[in-house]
């Protein structure tokens, strides 16, 4: 079995729009590792290239939000702060609400979903509406103007955000979009077409009122390994379409906060044996170990962004003996010290 693929047009778009918020796409390009000539003959792109080269643009742009509608840009950090404000809810119903206050004191947010219930029904529609310093004028205007992928993909986002939330896989009844089908919706992700309806009065997802209910199971440590691929990965993965490898992945970063599974309770896990996981993850070109340390390197590396967090911190979160140790793996992954690299991140003086 192959790594997930992301058809090429999808990359071809993202690159596109990149251009049209000013990004030098070439260097783009080469910085993710992805030859410009070699992607115009591929039907598709692996899906943790394309991941890593949507967050490249995601940081050139300085727009965490690049690709999903929230009416403006919005600066680097603010997912982190509003996914911490969310950890105290006690269900998802409480995260929607929160979510939406935090929406509307954070700079670039124009939009924000709240619920609509009609209690006869069993079903419950999470409605984008404007902020209140947006008008309903606006805010019309703002949804005329947008890009129709734009649009599905900051549903596709709340919807996978709300699953991850809550721990649970959360069935849509129906995506609703205002813009006729003839505008064409390409977004920047892979959606099934099959539950979008065109022509809609109202943008937003409609799920079973149940769902409400379902309590939230992230605490600080899962969300701290959450946020080192968020939240672009949300518009990004498609989870019928994981490969072995991929799955193994999540796993993982799942558990990379806790304590990382050793091979033989990750294949319990997974109902096998270490040696036909080890045989399986053979096929696919990659290892046990190797999948480890990646998953590291990525929660490292987020890591130390966090200004309060010091090396040694995170030599114990990521379950190092020494921070020596930690030092030492962070060299071999990068070529860099941990201290070298926090040095290369910091705002160059103008």
């Not at 006729?180 to 099934?192: Q, W």
């Not at 969300?223 to 672009?232: D, E």
């Not at 033989?264 to 999948?291: A, D, F, H, I, P």
């Not at 030599?315 to 941990?338: C, I």
Request: a negative charge.
């Amino acid at each position: 079995m192959k790594d997930s693929r992301i058809p090429a047009h999808y990359v071809t778009r993202l690159l596109e729009q990149a251009h049209l918020a000013g990004c030098d796409t070439r260097t783009i390009l080469q910085q993710a590792e992805i030859d410009e000539q070699a992607l115009s003959l591929q039907s598709d792109i692996s899906a943790r290239r394309y991941a890593s080269l949507y967050q490249l643009v995601m940081r050139t742009t300085e727009d965490e939000w690049f690709g999903m509608f929230v009416g403006g840009k919005v600066q680097l950090g603010s997912f982190r702060m509003m996914c911490l404000t969310l950890l105290s809810c006690s269900n998802l119903r409480q995260a929607i609400i929160r979510a939406g206050e935090f929406s509307e004191i954070c700079r670039g947010m124009l939009v924000k979903f709240t619920l609509d219930e009609d209690p006869p029904n069993e079903h419950v529609f999470l409605r984008m509406v404007p902020v209140r310093s947006c008008g309903t004028e606006e805010f019309d205007q703002l949804l005329s103007d947008a890009d129709p992928g734009h649009i599905l993909n900051a549903i596709i986002a709340w919807h996978k955000f709300a699953e991850w939330l809550t721990g649970k896989d959360i069935a849509l009844h129906k995506v609703a979009l205002r813009h006729p089908k003839s505008r064409g919706c390409e977004p920047l992700a892979c959606v099934r077409q099959e539950s979008v309806i065109h022509d809609c009065s109202d943008v937003g997802f409609a799920f079973s009122k149940a769902v409400l209910e379902y309590p939230l199971v992230q605490d600080h440590e899962s969300l701290m390994a959450f946020l080192s691929t968020a939240p672009y990965h949300l518009v990004t993965q498609d989870p019928l379409k994981l490969s072995f490898t991929e799955r193994v992945r999540n796993i993982l970063k799942r558990e990379v906060n806790r304590s990382i599974p050793s091979a033989e309770q990750l294949s319990e896990m997974l109902n096998m044996s270490v040696t036909t996981m080890r045989r399986q993850l053979s096929k696919e070109g990659t290892s046990y170990q190797k999948l480890k340390d990646e998953c590291r390197m990525e929660v490292a590396i987020h890591y130390l962004a966090c200004a309060e967090l010091s090396n040694a911190d995170i030599a114990e979160k990521l379950g190092f003996d020494e921070p020596s140790a930690f030092f030492r793996s962070f060299k071999k992954w990068t070529g860099q010290t941990p201290g070298e690299y926090r040095q290369q991140q910091l705002p160059k003086n103008p």
